[in-house]
């Protein structure tokens, strides 16, 4: 596969630069340029790539999409595909751009450096890093890489999260924050962490976490020993999908009463001194800025009174919840935000000013651990599509005996035009329905049956390209069109490879990788190979209004390739992924720069063009998925080998076992 250039990679509305064929006047080629990129440019609002995918999606001169990462090359996703596949490695898969990661990391960190110096701030910015958000070592290693230059920290909250932050090199001025429950066990690492030389805070949950944190101070004489803080429950809330998150009802966090208990008990400890941080946190994906101004206030309010109690106290911990811009409206909905980083830092800047000034408190140093907006879109998901389901097959020729509502629908076909399209639609739905009930009474025959559905199809694809061009089309027959017919099966599981669209209904945008010169000829509903009812993509992103369908083209032949991507599921998929059905982890493939080394225990390293370089960790096989699920492998190979003792098979013993280093999923 050949890389694609800066010169090969255009924007939708730019003009596509094209080679003049011999034989072709120049005018016809220009005209032919202005047509593809007009053609692209419609397709990209189509999907609303425009919006979402704009600071770093791009179309090549063929139409396919190109991801054009900051300081990487730009990768034609069609043409990466396709090679792929010609290596054996087929799909799913997903392809991950670290300098993304870097990329969000300083943007997070000038937003706050440039409000800082617009207001005089007295205090500095931390970003930590959440561990939940997203494992992988691809990732950690991105993040812990450029931590130094951005000055990050991590966040842990578990004792395996812990035992990874602390197999991190310590970096002075990086924090080590611990979140959630701890027990003893918990508290030790902390303190062994310390002791490492991280620069650790447990952050407090409960009242009997400060105490267990003062009998582990007590048990061994520790050489260096973790600072503490504290989880506020704040009365303000987030808003969109986490909202509960915040408020008084929320699961974490310290009331007021608390704080002060917590506070009193630190200081007949000898210990207060320690108390250096104050965290709260009002939800993941928080759509509207207005809600995070209220709930800054308040913590910083709280802030400002403690650290009269609490001299040492120095650290404002805003948690996460930068909400990330899935659909490309830039407004409250659920899938986006209306705000940017920049917005999100001045806010937060200015607030903590205000609410430390009317007190005369010390302005704080402001700690931030938003995951989802640093890591959500360096990652694409991409599986090829199969076979259109629902699909028109051709209609029997008019019978003697043939029933009078089919008849109807028949010439209903043939007479639809614009002038009767309401009038026509609205009988043709009777006539369907009529002669379904007729048929579940034992009226109606399963040839007219099918006659009736094969009519009624045809009947609404006429319908909807009549009224396509209409200015203000019939409201009911746009409903009604508005509901996908057909549905396209994917090669990969939902619940593995986006499991938040069907958990909580996260929409993710998403778009073919190719053929964004044609226009899309079926609305589909995306549904996967799991045996399962909710393995089906229902709703789309669109800076518009979410799509309840998505356009996309039906295959030329059936080996053709058709490549679909959903993109930003960089954050939380990866952790979250389940294996229903035994649809294990997919491949991953990481854009490398060409000096970097391979980090992931098994991969590869994949040149695949000039200065093109991919480091590929092939997924789970059936052996490794039902060996995770307890099975002994190497028993169920001496029972299938008994087996082919007494009987002979067609494809052999060697064909089955070889199954078993198979990826799970479709494969022709």
Same mark, same amino acid.
């Given at each position: 596969m050949s890389q694609t250039t800066e010169a090969e990679v255009v924007k939708p509305a730019a003009p596509v630069a094209v080679e003049v064929p011999v034989g072709i006047e120049p005018d016809a080629s220009k005209r032919s340029a202005q047509a593809q990129a007009l053609a692209v440019e419609t397709s990209f609002k189509r999907y609303g790539i425009n919006r979402w995918g704009s600071a770093f999606i791009r179309a090549s001169n063929e139409g396919h999409l190109v991801f054009a990462a900051p300081n990487s090359p730009a990768v034609d996703l069609f043409a990466l595909s396709q090679e792929l596949a010609r290596r054996g490695i087929r799909t799913p898969y997903v392809v991950r751009f670290p300098t993304m990661i870097e990329n969000q990391m300083g943007t997070l960190k000038d937003g706050f450096a440039k409000a800082i110096a617009d207001n005089s701030y007295e205090g500095k910015h931390i970003g930590v890093y959440p561990l939940k958000v997203n494992q992988r070592r691809s990732v950690v290693d991105t993040v812990v890489k450029a931590r130094e230059k951005f000055n990050y920290g991590l966040e842990a909250g578990s004792k395996p999260e812990l035992l990874l932050a602390m197999a991190q090199p310590p970096l002075k001025g990086s924090l080590l924050v611990c979140n959630g429950y701890k027990d003893r066990e918990f508290m030790r690492m902390a303190f062994h962490a310390a002791e490492l030389g991280h620069h650790v805070i447990i952050v407090l949950e409960s009242t009997r976490e400060v105490r267990r944190y003062l009998d582990v101070d007590q048990e061994q004489d520790w050489t260096a020993k973790p600072e503490v803080g504290m989880r506020a429950k704040l009365y303000s809330r987030g808003s969109g999908r986490w909202q509960s998150s915040g408020g008084e009802s929320s699961k974490f966090g310290l009331t007021t009463n608390e704080l002060l208990a917590v506070v009193r008990e630190l200081t007949n400890a000898g210990a207060v001194e320690r108390l250096s941080l104050l965290h709260f946190h009002i939800g993941s994906q928080i759509t509207q800025i207005k809600r995070i101004k209220t709930a800054v206030r308040e913590g910083a309010r709280?802030? *400002?009174?403690?650290?009269?109690?609490?001299?040492?106290?120095?650290?404002?911990?805003?948690?996460?919840?930068?909400? $990330?811009?899935?659909?490309?409206?830039?407004?409250?909905?659920?899938?986006? !935000?209306?705000?940017?980083?920049?917005?999100? *830092?001045?806010?937060?800047?200015? %607030?903590?000013?205000? *609410?430390?000034? =009317?007190?005369?408190?010390?302005?704080?140093?402001?700690?931030?651990? @938003?995951?989802?907006?640093?890591?959500?879109?360096?990652?694409?998901?991409? !599986?090829?599509?199969?076979?259109?389901?629902?699909? &028109?097959?051709?209609?029997?020729?008019?019978?003697?005996? %043939?029933?009078? /509502? $089919?008849?109807?629908?028949?010439?209903?076909? =043939?007479?639809?035009?614009?002038?009767? $399209?309401? =009038?026509?639609?609205?009988?043709?739905?009777?006539?369907?329905?009529?002669?379904?009930?007729?048929?579940?009474?034992?009226?109606? @025959?399963? +040839?007219?049956?099918?006659?009736?559905?094969? /009519?009624?199809?045809?009947?609404?694809?006429? $319908? %909807?390209?009549?009224?396509?061009?209409?200015?203000?089309?019939?409201? =009911?027959?746009?409903?009604?069109?508005?509901?996908?017919?057909?549905?396209?099966?994917?090669?990969?599981?939902?619940? +593995?490879?986006?499991?938040?669209?069907?958990?909580?209904?996260?929409?993710?945008?998403?778009?073919?990788?190719?053929?964004?010169?044609?226009?899309?000829?079926?609305? !589909?509903?995306?549904?996967?190979?799991?045996?399962? @009812?909710?393995?089906?993509?229902?709703?789309?992103?669109?800076?518009?209004?979410?799509?309840?369908? &998505?356009?996309?083209?039906?295959?030329?032949?059936?080996?053709?390739?058709?490549? &679909?991507?959903?993109?930003?599921?960089?954050?939380?998929q990866d952790s979250l992924a389940n294996v229903h059905n035994l649809f294990a982890r997919c491949h991953e493939v990481i854009l490398r720069n060409p000096d970097d080394d391979m980090v992931l225990p098994g991969s590869e390293r994949v040149e695949l063009g000039e200065n093109l370089t991919f480091e590929i960790k092939m997924g789970a096989t059936c052996e490794d998925v039902l060996s995770a699920m307890d099975f002994d492998v190497e028993r169920m190979i001496r029972w299938l080998r008994d087996r082919h003792l007494a009987v002979e098979t067609t494809l052999g013993e060697s064909w089955l076992l070889g199954v078993l280093q198979s990826y799970p999923y479709l494969s022709r």
């Open positions: 709280i802030y *400002a009174e403690l650290q009269q109690l609490a001299p040492q106290l120095r650290y404002l911990d805003l948690g996460g919840g930068i909400g $990330v811009d899935y659909d490309g409206s830039r407004t409250s909905y659920p899938s986006s !935000a209306n705000y940017s980083l920049e917005e999100y *830092a001045s806010q937060v800047v200015f %607030e903590v000013i205000e *609410a430390c000034r =009317e007190v005369g408190a010390r302005q704080p140093t402001l700690l931030t651990e @938003s995951g989802r907006v640093v890591v959500a879109n360096h990652a694409v998901t991409i !599986a090829d599509l199969r076979e259109v389901q629902g699909e &028109l097959l051709p209609v029997p020729e008019p019978s003697e005996d %043939e029933h009078r /509502l $089919v008849h109807e629908l028949r010439s209903t076909l =043939e007479s639809l035009n614009i002038k009767n $399209v309401e =009038e026509y639609f609205h009988d043709a739905i009777d006539y369907r329905d009529e002669c379904l009930q007729l048929f579940s009474r034992g009226y109606l @025959s399963l +040839q007219d049956r099918a006659s009736a559905e094969g /009519l009624f199809g045809r009947i609404r694809n006429k $319908v %909807e390209k009549i009224v396509e061009p209409m200015p203000h089309p019939p409201e =009911e027959i746009v409903d009604f069109l508005g509901k996908a017919h057909q549905k396209y099966l994917v090669n990969f599981s939902i619940f +593995q490879s986006i499991p938040d669209a069907w958990s909580i209904d996260q929409v993710f945008p998403a778009a073919p990788l190719s053929r964004h010169g044609e226009k899309p000829t079926i609305n !589909a509903q995306i549904v996967d190979i799991t045996c399962d @009812s909710d393995g089906c993509v229902e709703t789309f992103a669109h800076p518009d209004e979410n799509m309840p369908y &998505l356009p996309l083209h039906e295959r030329r032949t059936p080996d053709e390739k058709y490549y &679909l991507g959903f993109f930003m599921t960089g954050a939380y």
